[in-house]
């Protein structure tokens, strides 16, 4: 490429990202309900009850709620009729997801801007929550994490993707059609042509909406669970759960390029090949839940 041709791709870049960070800072914040939720919820001398009196004050949230609790996503043996009985049997961090996740996709749900397939996008993230709630089942005997908080950073790992067809949806396009015809993985063509990625822009997300720590990590290092300095083994389920979901067949789009799985991720966990492929045909005969828990979380 000669140096006019370098200095106009350039400015390109620089335009694009100059776009896509303005645009986040004036990203609405989470709704009040949301972010005081986060808070009860992440709090060590919460009640269900303490939980129960927010979602309450909003009667959609209450709904998706209950009938979560009573979907065959979650099986639960009994009838669930009030919100504090929900949380008691589903947990704390399956409220988060709820909360969170219907409240992305309320923000995000244009139907003008279609670069990403959003039903594909969720399917995506519904199939890696799932692996990612199998594998900390699989390593209980080995390392003590929560299933439910492994599914929320599932549900949410990818959200920078959201941001940029939001914000960028011609120019995202030429980056998934890019990734398609150079067989590049999708987080690689995002740095080349808008001088971002989506695990960056997890990061920014995550400062301006005061996720917790978990979230916030699981989001940017996803990719590379060997750079992060902290919960390096929470990540690498997230990592490996997310590798598992492309294998099942739940990419963004057809023949999507990833990035390599890192080399040490399945010995870390303890996942050998009997494992990963119980754990990734789980996932591909699942292929009805993230139908029902989108019905019910949109």
């Given at each position: 490429?000669n140096?006019?041709?370098q200095d106009d ?43 129960s ?15 979560l609790?009573?979907?065959?996503f ?13 949380i008691?049997?589903l947990?704390?961090n ?6 969170l996740s219907?409240?992305i ?13 959003r ?49 960028l949806?011609a ?28 695990a960056e822009?997890g990061?920014?997300l ?5 996720l ?7 989001m940017v290092?996803?990719h ?12 690498n389920?997230i ?32 996942v ?7 754990i990734?045909?789980?996932?591909v005969?699942?292929a ?11």
């Amino acid at each position: 490429m000669n140096q006019p041709l370098q200095d106009d791709y350039a400015r390109k870049v620089s335009e694009r990202y100059r776009r896509v960070i303005e645009n986040i800072e004036n990203l609405p914040a989470l709704p009040e309900i949301v972010t005081r939720l986060l808070e009860v919820v992440n709090a060590p001398d919460t009640s269900a009850d303490d939980a129960s009196r927010l979602i309450e004050r909003d009667p959609a949230l209450t709904s998706k709620v209950i009938r979560l609790a009573n979907s065959a996503f979650y099986g639960m043996p009994r009838s669930v009729s009030s919100v504090s009985s929900a949380i008691v049997i589903l947990g704390f961090n399956v409220i988060r997801s709820v909360v969170l996740s219907a409240s992305i996709m309320k923000m995000f749900a244009d139907p003008s801007k279609q670069t990403v397939n959003r039903d594909h996008f969720w399917k995506h993230s519904v199939i890696t929550a799932i692996a990612a709630k199998e594998l900390v089942r699989h390593l209980l005997s080995f390392k003590l994490y929560d299933p439910e908080g492994a599914f929320c950073a599932g549900i949410l790992h990818d959200i920078g993707k959201l941001i940029f067809n939001e914000y960028l949806s011609a120019d995202y396009r030429e980056v998934c059609q890019y990734s398609r015809d150079h067989e590049m993985p999708l987080l690689d063509a995002e740095t080349l042509m808008l001088g971002i990625n989506h695990a960056e822009i997890g990061r920014i997300l995550a400062d301006k909406w005061a996720l917790p720590l978990d979230l916030e990590l699981s989001m940017v290092f996803h990719h590379y669970p060997d750079r992060s300095e902290e919960i390096v083994d929470f990540i690498n389920i997230i990592h490996q759960a997310d590798h598992i979901a492309h294998e099942a067949g739940a990419g963004l789009f057809e023949e999507e390029s990833v990035t390599p799985e890192w080399a040490e991720s399945r010995s870390q966990l303890h996942v050998d090949d009997g494992v990963h492929d119980r754990i990734c045909e789980l996932c591909v005969a699942a292929a009805t839940g993230p139908v029902e828990y989108l019905s019910i979380v949109r």
